[in-house]
């Protein structure tokens, strides 16, 4: 019998559940969420990504994904913040995203609020990553039940009140949280999955910016 949120893959090795065993989703678990990120192109892609996700199953974004990243110009926030009304347009006649006028100027948006952090911090990973909660904010054991019942933190919190102050759109706590889990500022794989050693490691390792 295995622990709540954990199911048993095909090659026999314990995995989260919320994948389902779908292979994209399964990819994308093992491969990538939760394990740290810290260049600034992909940091951009993912808290916009999260954006658009909003009211939306992250699996409707995944799928999607190659698209947004041909829409936005790979989410290179210096390009994407010369976007002007031609590309919105653009986007809004895209039916390979989500054809949502406010996610989509938002995404512009922040690519510019982005260039100013850059200016500022001297990249996006480096003020990112000055939001690392400490390890009294983090649960002593991470399972289904913890995380399920956690959709924001005080640092998700933290975060977006801070970018709202900046002037970036769509990026609430939970939408925050999401983005923090996924580019490995926390470790949200459940105890029992066997990526969760993985990221522990890599991220034991990690230079921080």
Partial sequence: MTAEGIIIGNDGRHTCSW??????????????????????????????????????????????????????????????????????????ADAGIIRHRGKIVSTINNARRALDLQAEFGSLARYFWSFEPGGSERPGMVTRA?????????????????????????????????????MGMVNDHVEGCYCRAEVEAMREVLERP
């Fill in 19 to 92: 994948h389902g065993g779908l292979d994209d989703y399964r990819r994308y678990h093992d491969e990538e969420w939760g394990r740290p990120v810290t260049d600034d192109i992909r940091l951009f892609e993912k808290i916009c990504l999260e954006g658009f996700q909003s009211g939306l199953s992250w699996l409707t974004i995944l799928r999607k994904r190659d698209n947004f990243r041909r829409a936005f110009a790979g989410f290179d926030f210096a390009v994407v913040a010369g976007f002007g009304e031609a590309e919105i347009d653009r986007c809004l």
């Fill in 146 to 182: 913890v995380v399920m019942a956690n959709p924001t933190t005080p640092t998700s919190v933290r975060l977006s009140k801070d970018l709202k102050k900046r002037g970036w759109t769509f990026v609430g706590p939970t939408t925050i949280y999401a983005f923090m889990q996924a």
